[in-house]
């Protein structure tokens, strides 16, 4: 496929990858962030963890949209899509999201009418071929699926279709990276920036994370020799004492991002005084709601949704793996109560989470043998 | 969702409401151009885009992408000419 199958070149790989290691080998240990569950995605898949110098180490940070849901708004959501008549519609990998009581799934099986569309315009479609039935679409992700959701809105509003409406739940990425730059356990050198919301937004609004926190951040891109050469320029601007927003991504980011994109959400959306982040706790104006003029197509104005604040299971640790405190296979629960088919966190739900992305890349010999040395040292340390 | 996926355009069904048919290896599918259509330089067929959840995102740069790729390998010659001294000296 053109504009992926050379980006996975295994000779321009290797070359990189020596490069890192010429790079890493005369700097201290370091430690970078890939803000985009796109990114864990590819660092697994193509087994980039195993590759890299013992001295780099990645950690996996908050961009999955799904893993950042929290319990409550799986909640309202189902509660929404058992209303009478209700099509509920929802992107493939928000089915299995478990909440207090079941996944939307779950729902399904009890009678509720949820269905898989792969686009906003899918459910509007739907609402058009069902005039009488309320279609609800459940909205999730970053700014690089909020301008979709939004173009949809405008299209419900000209074309007059008051069956349909949004479960807005969109957010925004530089809140939770502000939230962990704050944190008092921060422990990283710099940060992999998300490659497709920057399509949106640009580089420029990143320009705080190296002019107030000190970290150098390179906007990436999703395939292999992306990621790798994002981490050149990284220990580069290291070595060289620079620190400063970089575009490994140009290809397809923009520095100024993609204006009409950004005129469509603050068209339709307005930020939320605060939003609940899985594991991050309330983030104020983390989160985009509907603008009051989209009020008839607001499923939290159309529908009695419940609210409630659900805390998460006292075993998973999807919270402290999102901040990048725990690995993956750290979590008690991981690949024994909690797997893909039977998720206790979000984490393992989306192919974007980093535990789901472990559990189906990432088990192999290397991460046995780190496994047993974590549990070795914490035996020898008793 | 975050997954884009590059594709190439290779119809405008209807330019006022913004439909195109996007071409992925062979499969062909209806997207929205509607975010692409207020740059100065608007999306036309041929055009590579990344495509979310059935919007074009942002158009690929062809010229952006062999400058990444340019990068590595310079790198990968760099690489040859240190196994080339290796060898030279062993």
């Given at each position: 496929?053109?504009?992926?199958?050379?980006?996975?070149?295994?000779?321009?790989?290797?070359?990189?990858?020596?490069?890192?290691?010429?790079?890493?080998?005369?700097?201290?240990?370091?430690?970078?962030?890939?803000?985009?569950?796109?990114?864990?995605?590819?660092?697994?898949?193509?087994?980039?963890?195993?590759?890299?110098?013992?001295?780099?180490?990645?950690?996996?940070?908050?961009?999955?949209?799904?893993?950042?849901?929290?319990?409550?708004?799986?909640?309202?959501?189902?509660?929404?899509?058992?209303?009478?008549?209700?099509?509920?519609?929802?992107?493939?990998?928000?089915?299995?999201?478990?909440?207090?009581?079941?996944?939307?799934?779950?729902?399904?099986?009890?009678?509720?009418?949820?269905?898989?569309?792969?686009?906003?315009?899918?459910?509007?479609?739907?609402?058009?071929?069902?005039?009488?039935?309320?279609?609800?679409?459940?909205?999730?992700?970053?700014?690089?699926?909020?301008?979709?959701?939004?173009?949809?809105l405008r299209r419900a509003r000209e074309l007059g279709t008051h069956n349909f409406s949004v479960f807005c739940n969109h957010v925004t990425i530089v809140p939770p990276l502000k939230a962990i730059l704050d944190s008092p356990d921060l422990r990283l050198d710099g940060f992999l920036g998300p490659g497709h919301v920057s399509t949106v937004i640009g580089n420029r609004p990143y320009r705080f994370v190296p002019e107030r926190y000190g970290k150098p951040l390179v906007t990436t891109g999703f395939e292999p020799l992306d990621i790798l050469q994002a981490i050149v320029m990284l220990l580069c601007q290291l070595r060289d004492g620079r620190c400063?927003?970089?575009?490994?991504?140009?290809?397809?980011?923009?520095?100024?991002?993609?204006?009409?994109?950004?005129?469509?959400?603050?068209?339709?959306?307005?930020?939320?005084?605060?939003?609940?982040?899985?594991?991050?706790?309330?983030?104020?104006?983390?989160?985009?709601?509907?603008?009051?003029?989209?009020?008839?197509?607001?499923?939290?104005?159309?529908?009695?949704?419940?609210?409630?604040?659900?805390?998460?299971?006292?075993?998973?640790?999807?919270?402290?793996?999102?901040?990048?405190?725990?690995?993956?296979?750290?979590?008690?629960?991981?690949g024994t109560a909690c797997t893909p088919e039977t998720p206790i966190g979000t984490c393992m739900v989306s192919s974007e989470g980093a535990c789901a992305a472990y559990y189906n890349f990432g088990r192999r010999i290397p991460t046995r043998s780190t496994r047993v040395g974590v549990a070795r040292s914490a035996i020898a340390d008793r | 969702m975050c997954l884009g996926i590059p594709g190439q355009i290779v119809e405008i069904i209807d330019p006022a409401l913004h439909r195109a048919v996007l071409d992925v290896e062979g499969v062909r599918r209806e997207v929205n151009i509607g975010l692409l259509v207020d740059d100065t330089d608007p999306v036309a067929v041929g055009d590579w885009v990344l495509v979310h959840v059935g919007f074009a995102m942002a158009k690929i740069d062809a010229d952006e992408a062999a400058r990444t790729l340019a990068f590595v390998r310079e790198l990968e010659e760099f690489i040859d000419e240190i196994d080339l001294m290796d060898g030279g000296t062993a």
């Open positions: 496929m053109r504009f992926v199958d050379e980006y996975r070149d295994p000779v321009a790989a290797r070359a990189t990858l020596a490069e890192i290691e010429r790079l890493a080998a005369e700097q201290p240990a370091r430690a970078f962030m890939e803000v985009c569950g796109g990114h864990t995605h590819t660092i697994y898949r193509h087994g980039i963890e195993h590759l890299l110098p013992a001295s780099v180490e990645l950690v996996h940070g908050p961009g999955c949209p799904v893993c950042v849901i929290p319990m409550g708004r799986i909640d309202d959501a189902i509660a929404v899509a058992h209303q009478p008549g209700v099509i509920f519609t929802c992107f493939g990998d928000m089915l299995r999201v478990p909440g207090s009581n079941g996944s939307l799934l779950r729902a399904k099986a009890k009678g509720a009418d949820v269905r898989v569309v792969y686009s906003p315009l899918d459910a509007l479609r739907l609402a058009g071929e069902h005039p009488d039935r309320p279609v609800v679409f459940f909205a999730v992700g970053f700014e690089t699926t909020a301008p979709s959701t939004a173009l949809t400063e927003v970089e575009n490994q991504y140009t290809r397809v980011v923009r520095d100024e991002g993609n204006p009409r994109a950004l005129e469509v959400i603050r068209e339709v959306f307005e930020l939320r005084p605060h939003f609940e982040w899985r594991g991050l706790g309330f983030i104020s104006q983390s989160a985009l709601k509907l603008r009051a003029e989209f009020a008839p197509w607001d499923a939290e104005v159309a529908f009695d949704v419940p609210g409630v604040r659900v805390a998460d299971p006292k075993a998973c640790q999807c919270g402290e793996v999102l901040k990048g405190v725990l690995k993956p296979w750290q979590c008690k629960v991981f | -």
